[in-house]
T-cell receptor, first 107, second 114 residues
Framework: GQNIDQPTEMTATEGAIVQINCTYQ??????LFWYQQHAGEAPTFLSY????GLEEKGRFSSFLSRSKGYSYLLLKELQMKDSASYLC????????FGAGTRLTVKP | EAQVTQNPRYLITVTGKKLTVTCSQN?????MSWYRQDPGLGLRQIYY???????DKGDVPEGYKVSRKEKRNFPLILESPSPNQTSLYFC?????????????FGQGTRLTVV
């Protein structure tokens, strides 16, 4: 089967750093994506990792370890607008999503 | 502007009344797909299409049909909707057939079947 697991909910404080973990077991791997989704809106692309290591893009970074089936999304200098769901997705022959992590940023 | 357009955004219908949700993209993408999103279950793929006239089932295809007669359009058809198909639906497209490029999502269609 295909499993993509991430925590259901997280809470963090404005200005802080938060790490959202994702573990996966899939039959095949063409890369791992992170998407952001605000309530009632469409998911939007944040990052893509296909090789091991850290990809940095502004306040957001994403890490991948293929041997461990593990990724994380790191959000720095949290802002209130970062309150959203964060979706981990693995590309196999198609795109498979985790259930998402709802992040709440508090003042 | 590069976009994926879904219609309608909201739809309330009755059990058994056939409906179609349209999806169109203007980016000349080969790959298109349909997802449904339910609380606690995340995005689950219904059908996907690698190119014109090529479609495949995703994880939850029962009760749905699709067609890909032209590259830009990928309509989702519910021949006989039932209440368990009440959900938020997203269409997505991407450039690469192996999904190694980012997906662009439509704004979603909130469907209620009573």
């Amino acid at each position: 089967g295909q499993n993509i697991d991430q925590p259901t909910e997280m809470t963090a404080t404005e200005g802080a750093i938060v790490q959202i973990n994702c573990t996966y077991q899939t039959s095949g791997f063409n890369g791992l994506f992170w998407y952001q989704q605000h309530a009632g809106e469409a998911p939007t692309f944040l990052s893509y990792n296909v090789l091991d290591g850290l990809e940095e893009k502004g306040r957001f970074s994403s890490f991948l370890s293929r041997s461990k089936g593990y990724s994380y999304l790191l959000l720095k200098e949290l802002q209130m607008k970062d309150s959203a769901s964060y979706l981990c997705a693995v590309s196999v022959n198609d795109m498979r999503f985790g259930a998402g992590t709802r992040l709440t940023v508090k003042p | 502007e590069a976009q994926v357009t879904q219609n309608p955004r909201y739809l309330i219908t009755v059990t058994g009344k056939k409906l179609t949700v349209t999806c169109s993209q203007n980016m000349n993408h080969e790959y298109m797909s349909w997802y449904r999103q339910d609380p606690g279950l995340g995005l689950r793929q219904i059908y996907y299409s690698m190119n014109v006239e090529v479609t495949d089932k995703g994880d939850v295809p029962e009760g749905y049909k699709v067609s890909r007669k032209e590259k830009r359009n990928f309509p989702l058809i519910l021949e006989s909707p039932s209440p368990n198909q009440t959900s938020l639906y997203f269409c997505a497209s991407s450039l690469g057939g192996l999904m190694n490029t980012e997906a662009f999502f439509g704004q979603g269609t909130r469907l209620t079947v009573v």
